[in-house]
């Protein structure tokens, strides 16, 4: 992983950020049949070993997963091996060895930009991509030394709270909203990196 993911798992933006995909792409109204998930069914738990990297609970209450070792390099070839699977065995587990698999709730006073991500996600609209476009404004700025971590989520919120409501009616009205974000970011960024300097 990179700085800026190494970051948003830190932060918990990255499951933040998750929850929004996995609702955009199960979500509410989702096609003829009218399945769906809404906010209030997407769960996130803290997973210490970080083995367990999906997990699908079907209507007869089984639950069915996919387990490996945490290496990038598996889901990569998913991504380039589509439709089909590779059969080079990134992430194989020794069972004899794995020991338990926990999991938890999340602290959200601790992590409160998985909050934030739930919020802008509720809002909807454009909401998403001016928390996405405020995070990578403040993680950046973190990773400057700009700022400290806990003020992360400060300026995300700072942000969103400015969020102008707007709609997300095709591409160019998203790619303006990321613009819009970076911008309203910034400046907020300047009241806490006054406070840091």
Known sequence: MGPKITI?????????LEVIEAHELFGVPAGEAGYGI???????????QSIVH??????????IAQLSTPDMRLPIGYALAWPDRITTPFGRIDWSTLGRLDFEPPDLEAFPCLTLAYAAGR????????????????????LQGQIAWRDIAAVIAATLDRHDGAPATDAPSVI??????????????????????
């Open 176 to 197: 303006e909203a990321d613009a819009q974000a970076r911008r309203v970011a910034a400046e907020e960024l300047n009241r806490f990196a006054a406070v840091v300097s």
């Open 8 to 16: 948003d798992s830190s932060t918990l933006m990255n499951k933040g």
């Open 54 to 63: 999906s997990m699908v609970e079907f209507t007869d209450a089984s639950t």
């Open 38 to 48: 809404g906010f209030d069914e997407i769960d996130v738990v803290v997973h210490p």
């Open 123 to 142: 809002t909807g609209g454009t909401a998403p991509a001016w928390i996405s476009a405020a995070n990578e404004v403040a993680v950046e700025a973190f």
